[in-house]
């Protein structure tokens, strides 16, 4: 296969990549077209590694309709529908939402993902996406992440699901320290998860001061754990929307302990802009970790959708786009260059999240087709339209095109 005429990452000029069973073996300009060979012509639009969704539920995406809704829009009630609905979840059921919502990504370009899935009360959820993990694998990456949602040291049995799941084959342990029962519990459960990660050899991703609160500061606990362990880049905070509430002298301090630990930050930006500020009048929080300030201090940050049209957040669509869009509005970010360099935070940056193989990862000689083609030539008319993607390919196989595209066989 050859695609013709892309612009590779806002590059000023336009490349040809050719793909040999499924990996790219050549780019250049012009590149000769061979007897039979499928081509689809660029048409001078942009070509960006896939997309990557660091933090997702898949287990309660699309549930809207059977949980009921939120009507107080808050975190905490969310929490609670959710947890009345999964008393009763069916395997098939689980599966069929998740396998829609991953068809929401696919069209969208998005190619990685990393789902917490709600290990509290069962496995049922946990075995349902295992299964469809493997059953998705040559049109998607899943990363799984046992989560408590009740908090670890809220019962044995949920410390036992959790051990259960990650021998199961998590590949990700979670938790959630500021909704255990005091700070302490919270302090705790960082290092209890930590812990099982060392044994297991598993990344860590905890749910991380989601909550308005300014004395909410297990961050820098897990921050700390990461660099005294040696864990490092292996860990992720979720969230961290306590963070714009924090003074910013004690921030000042903390982005140092972060940029020692080597830890990722996961921004959530659609569904933390409707949970947080629920207890404000006005002035009402923006919902969002610092992510402007992390980036300028060397600091990862990825993001995540987050939920899809359940008890946490009744809209989306799986778009990675939309998720960066309203981060860069909500942080300030909306000079020319921000706004046309953010892809990254969507794609390389995601990957680093994801400890994602470098050498495995973007558009170049020798690593695997995968990859999205638009319509526009830079990122920043990407962001402006919200629309664009011809094409997204994986392992040299259009896995979506649009209608517009233009495929020939010479």
């Given amino acids: 296969m050859l695609i013709q005429n892309v612009r590779i990452e806002n590059a000023d000029a336009v490349s040809d990549i050719r793909i040999e069973h499924g990996v790219i073996c050549e780019i250049g300009e012009n590149l000769p077209i061979f007897e039979r060979e499928e081509t689809i012509k660029g048409q001078g639009g942009l070509a960006l590694p896939p997309f990557v969704d660091c933090h997702v539920h898949l287990d309660t995406c699309l549930s809207l309709d059977a949980t009921g809704p939120n009507t107080s829009g808050t975190l905490f009630e969310g929490i609670r529908v959710w947890s009345e609905y999964r008393k009763n979840l069916d395997k098939d059921e689980v599966q069929e939402r998740a396998l829609r919502t991953l068809q929401l990504y696919r069209n969208k370009g998005v190619q990685y993902v990393r789902s917490h899935v709600d290990i509290s009360n069962d496995l049922t959820a946990f075995t349902a996406l295992l299964e469809l993990k493997e059953k998705v694998a040559d049109d998607i990456d899943i990363q799984l992440v046992a989560f408590p949602q009740d908090g670890v040291l809220t019962s044995e049995k949920v410390r036992n699901n959790l051990e259960e799941a990650v021998r199961m ?53 897990l921050a700390a754990e990461a660099y005294e362990t040696g864990m490092g880049n292996k860990v992720s905070a979720s969230h961290t929307t306590a963070m714009h509430s924090y003074n910013n002298a004690y921030c000042n301090k903390l982005f140092r302990v972060l940029g020692m630990s080597g830890i990722n930050i996961i921004a959530n930006p659609l569904v933390n802009v ?103 030539k830079n990122f920043f008319e990407v962001l402006r339209s919200r629309d664009g993607m011809r094409f997204s390919i994986r392992n040299g196989n259009v896995m979506h095109a649009d209608q517009s595209n233009r495929r020939d066989n010479s």
Avoid: W
């Fill in 169 to 221: 084959g998590a590949d990700v342990i979670g938790g959630i320290p500021h909704f255990e029962l005091t700070r302490d519990h919270g302090d705790q459960s960082i290092r209890y998860v930590v812990e099982l990660a060392q044994k297991y050899d598993k990344l860590v991703d905890m749910h991380c001061d989601e909550i308005d609160d300014d004395q909410s500061r297990f961050l820098e606990v």
């Fill in 274 to 376: 409707n949970l947080q500020g629920r207890f404000d009048t006005y002035p009402k929080r923006r919902g969002i970790t610092r992510m402007k300030e992390l980036l300028e201090n060397g600091i990862n940050v990825s993001l995540g959708h987050d939920d899809i049209y359940d008890p946490f957040y009744p809209l989306g669509s799986g778009d990675m786009v939309e998720v960066l869009s309203m981060g860069l509005h909500l942080c300030h970010m909306m000079g020319y260059h921000e706004l046309n360099d953010s892809y990254r935070i969507i794609t390389y940056n995601g990957a680093r999240t994801l400890h994602l193989d470098p050498e495995r990862y973007g558009i170049a000689v020798g690593k695997p087709a995968n990859f999205n083609v638009f319509s526009h």
